[in-house]
Nanobody
Framework: QVRLVESGGGLVQPGGSLRLSCAASGSIFSISAMGWYRQAPGKEREWVASIFNRGMINYVESVKGRFTISRDNAKNTAYLQMNSLKPEDTAVYYC?????????WGQGTQVTVSS
């Protein structure tokens, strides 16, 4: 099983940037994809971005051009670079790893965009 730990959240002003990290440990050799999700207060958890072993990357429309997902296999870490942040990006951000058809989730990190 994979253990995921997110970090990098915080309070930032509109237009600012943050970089989230997701460190994976445990049985990481068979991870086929990693992704970022977010959940705002009173809303359903929504998918934000995914990166697959073969290099394919996808984003939800609302973050295209502002967010960048990446993965450093040597460090077993996935990242989400978030630029031009907006108040509507405020949420708890979760990392997910897909391994042999099973999902593993991190504990989440809070991102607050406010002046």
């Amino acid at each position: 099983q994979v253990r995921l730990v997110e970090s990098g959240g915080g309070l930032v002003q509109p237009g600012g940037s943050l970089r989230l990290s997701c460190a994976a440990s445990g049985s990481i050799f068979s991870i086929s994809a990693m992704g970022w999700y977010r959940q705002a207060p009173g809303k359903e958890r929504e998918w934000v971005a995914s990166i697959f072993n073969r290099g394919m990357i996808n984003y939800v429309e609302s973050v295209k051009g502002r967010f960048t997902i990446s993965r450093d296999n040597a460090k077993n870490t996935a990242y989400l670079q978030m630029n031009s942040l907006k108040p509507e990006d405020t949420a708890v951000y979760y990392c997910k790893a897909v391994q042999s058809g099973l999902d593993s989730w991190g504990q989440g990190t809070q991102v607050t965009v406010s002046s």
